[in-house]
C-alpha cells in the first residue's frame, strides 16, 4: 500500500505529542484520524488543521471528539474513522492522566479515574486496533519512564500505565502472523502543560537535573522515533521504548 494511502488515528491528537506526532506522520503522506478528548480543545484542533492544510494540502484529515474511558466510546471511534477512510493502518494512543499525591491522600474517585483514562482506554483501544489494523499496521501505545523509576507520589500514575506493558506485550504475539508491530513508548518527564500541573519549580529543575542536556524531554524527541516505528523499525514489537534522555533505565 502506497504511503499516501496509509490512515493512522492518532488519540490525544491535536495537542503536545499528538499534535507533533500528527505532522511527522503528515511528513510521510499518512492521512489523519485526530481524536481529542473534550470541546475545550475544538480551538487546537482548528491550529492544528490550518497548519496541515498548510504544509501539507494533500493530506485527508478529520477531527473526533469524545470521551474514551468507555468501551463503547472507543468502538464508536473506530467505526467512525472507517466510516470515513475506509480503512485504519497505524494507531498511536497519547491519552493519559497524571496524578501527582501521597497514596494516603488519594481517593477511590481518583484511583478509579486515573484507571479510567491509563488503563482502561488503552486496553479497549488496543481490543479495537487488534480488530481493525490493517495487515502490516503499527499500533503505539505511550507509557512513561516511570515504569523503570523508583518513587514515589506517582504511585497511581505509573501503576495505571503499568497494565499496559502486558497488554502490549500480549496484543504483539496475538496480531504477530498478521505482521501488526505493537510497542510502548515510555517518554521522560516532557515540558507540556501536561507536566507542569503536577510539579514544583524545584521538582522541575530536578527532572531537568536528570535527563541528558540538563531539560525535559521534548515532544519534538518522541514523534520521530514514532515516525520511525511507524516506517523503517517495522521489525521491532512487544517491546516498551524507554526514550527519556538517561533520565532513567531498567
Not at 33 to 62: C, D, F, N, Q, W
Not at 162 to 176: C, N, W, Y
Not at 190 to 211: I, R
Request: proline letters at 4%; one cysteine or more; a negative charge.
Amino acid at each position: 500500500m502506497p504511503s499516501s494511502t496509509k490512515v493512522a488515528l492518532i488519540t490525544g491528537g491535536v495537542k503536545n505529542l499528538g499534535a507533533q506526532s500528527a505532522l511527522e506522520l503528515a511528513s510521510v503522506g499518512v492521512n489523519l484520524a485526530l481524536h481529542y478528548h473534550s470541546p475545550g480543545s475544538e480551538k487546537a484542533a482548528l491550529a492544528l488543521e490550518a497548519t496541515l492544510k498548510e504544509t501539507h494540502p494533500s493530506i485527508k484529515v478529520r477531527f473526533y471528539q469524545d470521551d474514551l474511558t468507555s468501551a463503547a466510546a472507543v468502538t464508536k471511534l473506530f467505526q467512525d474513522v472507517v466510516r470515513d477512510f475506509g480503512h485504519v493502518d497505524i494507531v498511536i494512543n497519547t491519552v493519559g492522566k497524571v496524578l501527582k499525591k501521597p497514596i494516603t491522600e488519594i481517593s477511590e474517585e481518583e484511583y478509579d479515574a486515573m484507571f479510567a483514562v491509563n488503563s482502561k482506554t488503552a486496553f479497549f483501544v488496543l481490543k479495537e486496533a487488534a480488530a481493525h489494523v490493517t495487515d502490516g499496521g503499527k499500533i503505539i501505545s505511550i507509557v512513561t519512564a516511570l515504569l523503570g523509576a523508583f518513587t514515589g507520589y506517582y504511585t497511581s500514575y505509573a501503576g495505571s500505565k503499568a497494565p499496559v506493558e502486558h497488554f502490549t506485550r500480549g496484543v504483539s504475539k496475538e496480531l504477530q502472523a498478521r505482521r501488526i508491530s505493537v510497542n510502548n513508548i515510555a517518554p521522560g518527564p516532557m515540558d507540556t502543560p501536561f507536566f507542569y500541573g503536577e510539579e514544583s519549580p524545584e521538582a522541575v529543575e530536578f527532572h531537568k537535573a536528570n535527563g541528558m542536556g540538563n531539560r525535559l524531554t521534548m515532544v519534538e524527541d518522541i514523534a520521530p522515533i514514532i515516525r520511525f516505528l511507524c516506517t523503517d523499525g517495522a521489525w521491532i514489537t512487544g517491546q516498551t521504548i524507554f526514550a527519556n534522555g538517561g533520565y532513567t533505565t531498567r
